[in-house]
């Protein structure tokens, strides 16, 4: 076997699962290990920001935090199913009404979509205000290149579902979007995708803030940044860039699982 055959067999892989209800506390594990991540990383701003996950027995349903609790509070049991009238099935605190909104919206137009994440992170927000998607400047950046939109509009909190779909429509078939003057948005075929996404692209646009404050960045070429892309930029490679955070964050703050 070679060194390559031998390392592939000891990388870690998605999970498969017996039952509907094994994927379920799956996915709400993975749901409340992101909220505590986004709180780590400082992500909160008063009652803004959502992360969902579909229900994997009901598509029309999703999983999402109760409005107007802390993102570093929130454990399994705390979060809330809602379907797709906006009404809460399942917990018995309030959903926000921009997250049914926007990710009602999302999840329908994009069927092959697990999770969704939106928060009004500082890097992300200040970012949205120069309305353009960024350049591929980095390697991390790569996994955004053609894979990322602008919804260039603004037209204040979104409460309607109309407009919802048309940040949904703005998604297209990426795996994120920036919401000119308001924040990032990302999706993933998983959780730990969609929330690894959210968390490597607020850093990418820090680093293009930071490298434009100091000079004019060197842009990585059409072809190389294509191809970095299919390097960086896979389901796979979202799923796997969560790993190690899920770990750390359930070793520090093992309650979450509650
Ligand atoms: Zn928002």
Known sequence: ??????????VPVPPTF??????????KQRL?????????????????GHITARDPEDPELFWVNPFAMHFGHISVSD???????????????????????????????????????????????SWSTLGRTLDPITQDACAFYEDHALFDDYTGVVIDVEEGRRIAGAVGPNKAVILRNHG????????DE???????MERSCQAQLLAEAAGTPVLIDKDMAALTATQVGTHLGGWMGFQPLYDRIVREQPDLLD
């Open 184 to 191: 990032l948005l990302t999706v993933g075929h998983s959780v």
């Open 18 to 27: 017996s039952s509907v209800e094994e994927e379920r506390l799956h996915r």
């Open 32 to 48: 409340a290990a992101g909220f505590r991540l986004f709180s780590r990383f400082g992500f909160d701003e008063g009652v803004a």
């Open 194 to 200: 969609a929330v690894w996404w959210f968390i490597t």
């Open 1 to 10: 076997m070679s060194l390559t055959e031998e390392a592939i067999k000891r």
């Open 79 to 125: 979060l809330i199913c809602v379907n797709a009238h906006g009404e809460v099935v399942e917990g018995d605190r309030a959903v926000n009404v921009a997250a049914f909104a926007i990710h009602s919206q999302v999840h329908a137009a994009r069927p092959d979509v697990v999770a969704a994440a939106h928060s009004h992170s500082i890097y992300g927000k």
